[in-house]
Each structure stands twice: as structure tokens, then as C-alpha cells.
């Protein structure tokens, strides 16, 4: 029987490339309510610090490298495929580091590489304006600010119908380095795990949403995601 594999990632796999996570103690949230630099509000109130705020988490991208988890993943997707199964990688994370290693991802809560128009709604792949202090303005439509398309907080994630679908026809739910506090996205093991789907976690640490029916995976998702792609693609 061919194998539907949901997996969602979180920011422990980003870690392991060097990427800050919000809830590090000198995490990107140093020096900034999240109300200031990650709401529809904080925009809305002062454009200049918000546009810095991205602009340094767009830089950073420049600096990290994809790691032996998105390789994995990438690998995972083409072994399933050769078996007429397939593979959903859903991601929370906004970097491009599993674009980068080559897997197609519906990317939950946005992606630093674009910029969305507030006028005219156009996404715009953006790296030409990474050492850009001041933010830039639609070349469409000619007069909207452009922001990140990152989904704040009160805004509503994207693909949510797509995932929800993809989770309802999986076989195996993954989840790899979340905490599992964050919503809709905790939502999905314990929906995966009451549909009677085989329910993987992977983290440094159990997350929030972890329940005993789960097999949890402790470590590095660079050191425990290669193997755990070994095992779903054995014979």
C-alpha cells in the first residue's frame, strides 16, 4: 500500500542550520515586544522598525545553509514518489532553507523572500532590496507599501484547507522540531492522531501537544531525521 507521508516542520529544524528562534533567550525577540515588530498593529504604527526587524532576519538567510534534515526530507519526498505514495511538507518556518535544498513546501506562515503589496495584493519574490533601510513600494501598482509576507500574529496562516486535506488522506503524520504550542499548526498531530494515522515526533525536547500514543524521536533534527527518512523508506 503506497505511502502518504504529512510532515510539518518547525523551528528546531531551522536551528540546526544556525537560524535564531523566538524562543531563544537572545532570540530575535530581544529588545522587541512582539506586539511591535510581529502584528498587522505594530506595522501600522511604526513601518521603519518593523521593515529593520525583517531586514536583518532577511539577511541572516544569506548566511545559513540548508542541513542534513531538509536533505532528507527532499529525499524522502522523490523515494515515496517512486513507490506511488507522496509526500506533504508543510512548514511553519519562514526561511527558504527547505526551497533551498530542493523540496516543495507549503509554507504555513509565509516566506521572508517576498514582499505582498497592501494595495494590490501582489507577492513579489524580493531579493534585490535586502540592504534596503527604508521599505520600498510596489512596482505594479505603483503607490502600495510592500511589507513581508510573513503571517503575524491575529493573521490567518495560508493552505490551511490544503493541509487540513493532505493530513485526512495521510497514512503517516511527522512532526519535526515544533513545540507544539502554536495554533492551527498543534492542531494537526492530535487531529492525525484521532483519524488513527501513525503519529511521529521529533524534538530536543517533548512538545507542548506530545501524547503517550505518539512515538517521540529525542535529538538534533539533523542527526535524527536522516535515519528516520531510512526507516519509512524500507521495504
Known amino acids: 500500500m503506497p505511502q502518504h507521508v504529512v510532515v510539518l516542520t518547525g523551528a528546531g529544524i531551522s536551528a540546526d542550520s544556525g537560524v535564531e528562534t523566538y524562543r531563544d533567550s537572545g532570540g ?3 529588545g522587541h515586544r ?3 515588530v510581529a502584528t498587522p498593529e505594530g506595522w501600522a504604527a511604526d513601518r521603519a522598525l518593523v521593515w529593520r526587524f525583517y531586514q536583518l532576519r532577511r539577511a541572516q538567510m544569506a548566511t545559513v545553509e540548508p542541513n542534513a534534515a531538509h536533505v532528507a526530507l527532499v529525499r524522502l519526498a522523490e523515494g515515496l514518489e517512486a513507490r506511488g505514495g507522496s509526500l506533504t511538507l508543510v512548514t511553519q518556518n519562514v526561511d527558504d532553507l527547505h526551497q533551498r535544498a530542493g523540496s516543495e ?4 506562515h509565509g516566506q521572508l523572500c517576498q514582499l505582498k503589496c497592501e494595495v494590490c495584493g501582489a507577492v513579489v ?14 512596482g505594479g501598482c505603483g503607490h502600495g507599501p510592500l511589507r513581508p509576507n510573513v503571517v503575524w500574529f491575529s493573521e490567518v496562516p495560508h493552505y490551511l484547507d490544503e493541509i487540513e486535506r493532505a493530513v485526512s488522506m495521510a497514512t503517516t503524520f511527522v512532526a519535526i522540531g515544533t513545540s507544539g504550542a502554536v495554533y492551527p499548526a498543534a492542531a494537526y498531530l492530535s487531529y492525525a492522531r484521532a483519524a488513527g494515522k501513525k503519529t ?20 538534533r533534527a539533523s ?3 536522516p535515519s528516520l527518512v531510512d526507516r519509512l523508506l524500507a521495504p
Open 34 to 36: 512582539f506586539e511591535e
Open 105 to 108: 513546501v507549503l509554507a504555513m
Open 223 to 225: 542527526e535524527v531525521v
Open 200 to 219: 511521529i515526533v521529533q524534538g530536543l525536547a517533548e512538545p507542548d501537544n506530545l501524547d503517550p500514543r505518539d512515538e517521540f524521536l529525542a535529538g
Open 125 to 138: 519574490v524580493d531579493r534585490e532590496h535586502l540592504k534596503v533601510d527604508e521599505f520600498v513600494t510596489c
Open 28 to 30: 530575535l525577540w530581544e
